[in-house]
């Protein structure tokens, strides 16, 4: 298992630049979503928004979180990396299901605006679009300043 610790830098790295890019979708598809509310039902904006709604969880959420699954994976798998007795290792991780439910939600309201089935304003977008910034606070506080 050595070589996993000498790739510790490498894999946490590839981890970064995953969260960055599955941080990127989480935050910009709810603003989609907050123009794509007021867009008339089977106009040419609407159709727009559901093409780049799909692009934009499909080709990059989708890959960019299982990525972010992976090197975090291979990085708790990697010996010495994670005390088990500090508490800031289990926050983080219910923090990232939190966050993981979230990208849940916004696939489940995509499919709904591909559908025509929206029903909810775009104020409520407006609102959800700070749930990520503020669960991404957490976690970066948490592995970071490890602060329990
Ligand atoms: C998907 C499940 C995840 C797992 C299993 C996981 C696990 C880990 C582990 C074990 C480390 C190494 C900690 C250390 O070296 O002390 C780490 C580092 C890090 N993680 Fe995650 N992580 C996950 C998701 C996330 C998410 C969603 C974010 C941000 C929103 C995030 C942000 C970071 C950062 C910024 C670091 C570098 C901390 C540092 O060493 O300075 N991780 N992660």
């Known amino acids: 298992m050595t070589w996993l610790g000498d790739a510790y830098p ?4 590839f981890h ?13 598809l709810p603003r989609l979503f907050v123009y794509h509310a007021d867009a008339p039902k089977g106009s040419q904006q609407s ?11 499909r080709g990059i ?11 975090g994976l291979t990085l708790l798998a990697t010996p010495g990396v994670v005390d088990w ?6 926050a983080k991780l219910a923090l990232v299901l939190v966050l993981t439910g979230y990208h849940m939600f916004l696939a489940r309201c995509r ?20 749930v990520p910034t503020l669960l991404l606070i957490g976690i970066v506080i ?3 300043v490890k602060p329990f």
Do not use: Q
């Not at 159709?47 to 709604?53: A, I, P, R």
């Not at 959420?61 to 090197?71: D, E, G």
């Open 10 to 13: 490498w894999i946490k790295a």
């Open 16 to 28: 970064i630049i995953s969260v960055v890019a599955w941080m990127a979708g989480l935050l910009y």
């Open 47 to 57: 159709e727009t928004f559901k093409t780049m709604e799909r692009r934009l969880l």
């Open 61 to 71: 959420m989708n890959p960019a979180m299982v990525a972010t699954y992976v090197f």
């Open 85 to 90: 007795h500090r508490g800031w290792i289990h």
């Open 111 to 130: 499919r709904e605006f591909a559908a025509d089935r929206n029903r909810r304003p775009a104020r409520f977008y407006r609102i959800i679009n700070e």
């Open 142 to 144: 948490l592995v970071v």
